[in-house]
């Protein structure tokens, strides 16, 4: 069983910074790509950056400049720090991780979060 835990999250206004932090737990061997996604109403959940393990990053061109992602690999940690909201970043926000398991043999399968909301608004 291997968890995804958010904290962070909650209303800003337009042109502010928020910090999302994510923490795995649970019965992991090892752990991949970590990242973060977002689902807006009414939208398709999309990327918005991930980081492997090796410190190669994949972000959005939505949120290059503005959003910062980083890792600590010994905490199985994930943060996302994002600057310069605008209205359309508001969305819920899922945490993500590509997860090892033993079972017998290494398993992979993709982790979610729960999520949290992050809304910009004036």
């Known amino acids: 069983q291997v968890q995804l835990v958010e904290s962070g999250g909650g209303l800003v206004q337009p042109g502010g910074s928020l910090g999302l932090s994510c923490a795995a737990s649970g019965s992991i061997f090892n752990i991949n790509a970590m990242g973060w996604y977002r689902q807006a109403p009414g939208k398709q959940r999309e990327l918005i950056a991930t980081?492997?393990?090796?410190?190669?990053?994949t972000s959005a061109d939505s949120v290059k400049g503005r959003f910062t992602i980083s890792r600590d690999n010994a905490k199985n940690t994930v943060d996302l720090q994002m600057n310069s909201l605008k209205t359309e970043d508001t969305a819920v926000y899922y945490c993500?991780?590509?997860?090892?398991?033993?079972?017998?043999?290494?398993?992979?399968?993709?982790?979610w979060g729960q999520g949290t909301q992050v809304t910009v608004s004036s």
């Open positions: 993500y991780a590509q997860v090892g398991i033993w079972r017998g043999g290494l398993r992979w399968s993709d982790s």
């Open positions: 980081i492997t393990t090796g410190g190669r990053i």
